[in-house]
């Protein structure tokens, strides 16, 4: 098993749409959550963090379930610009490495 | 934000050479560099975590003597890939932790080096 999953899409969907993903992790003592935006061929970006309280930064709004282990991205009035793929990153609880889901394409189309 | 600069972009060579690709952070000291390798469509894979005046530490499955790290400075990191067979092509990324990122878990990515091995 992986240590983190993800639906690999892709996610076809229309302007205005609203869309979400999940993420799922295996490591129980994970600390820290993240989603980080990769456009085709260009260096992965961080998007945002997730705490456990659940966060929100304009139309993207990020949650964290401790107790089953995922993590979700709604993303709001999806735009052209939201195409790209969403690799969801979680941090250990020894040292500082990142581990990364293996990404979900999104494709927001006309 | 904190800029990392990887050079370079793009290289094609012929099986059995050597490449050498460089990460410098450009505005700020990076103690630990991470060199990431990712094959289409798949997510990024951890190869090393570079130390700044010691030996890399490698994951598993990833030939220390075949992937060379070198992080001489503070900012900056090489890794060499040698003698580079086809199945090496793919691209690679650093990336750096800013000292005061160290607790919000960001890494800044290079723009990522696309090898190609013929």
């Known amino acids: 098993r992986k240590e983190v999953e993800q639906d690999p899409g892709p996610f076809n969907v229309p302007e205005g749409a609203t869309v979400a993903f999940n993420c799922t992790y295996s490591?129980?003592?994970?600390?820290?959550f993240f989603w980080y935006r990769q456009d085709c061929r260009k260096e992965p970006k961080l998007l945002m963090s997730?705490?456990?309280s659940g966060n929100e930064d304009g139309r993207f709004t990020a949650q964290l379930n401790r107790a089953s282990q995922y993590i979700s991205l709604l993303i709001r009035d999806s735009k052209l610009s939201d195409s790209a793929t969403y690799l969801c990153?979680?941090?250990?609880?020894?040292?500082?490495?990142?581990?990364f889901g293996g990404g979900t394409r999104l494709m927001v189309k006309p | 934000g904190a800029v990392v600069s990887q050079h370079p972009s793009w290289v094609i060579c012929k099986s059995g050479t050597s490449v050498k690709i460089e990460c410098r952070s450009l505005?700020?000291?990076?103690?630990?560099m991470f060199w990431y390798r990712q094959f289409p469509k798949q997510s990024l894979m951890l190869m090393a975590t570079?130390?700044?005046?010691?030996?890399?530490?490698?994951e598993q499955g990833v030939e220390k003597d075949k992937f060379l790290i070198n992080h001489a400075s503070l900012t900056l990191s090489t890794l060499t890939v040698t003698s580079a067979h086809p199945e090496d092509s793919s691209f690679y990324i650093c990336?750096?932790?800013?000292?005061?990122?160290?607790?919000?878990?960001?890494?800044?990515f290079g723009e990522g080096s696309r090898l190609t091995v013929l």
């Open positions: 990336s750096a932790r800013a000292a005061g990122h160290r607790d919000t878990g960001e890494l800044f």
């Open positions: 490591n129980s003592a994970s600390q820290s």
């Open positions: 997730v705490y456990s």
């Open positions: 990153v979680v941090k250990g609880d020894a040292g500082n490495m990142l581990t």
């Open positions: 505005d700020f000291q990076a103690t630990t």
């Open positions: 570079s130390n700044e005046g010691s030996k890399a530490t490698y």
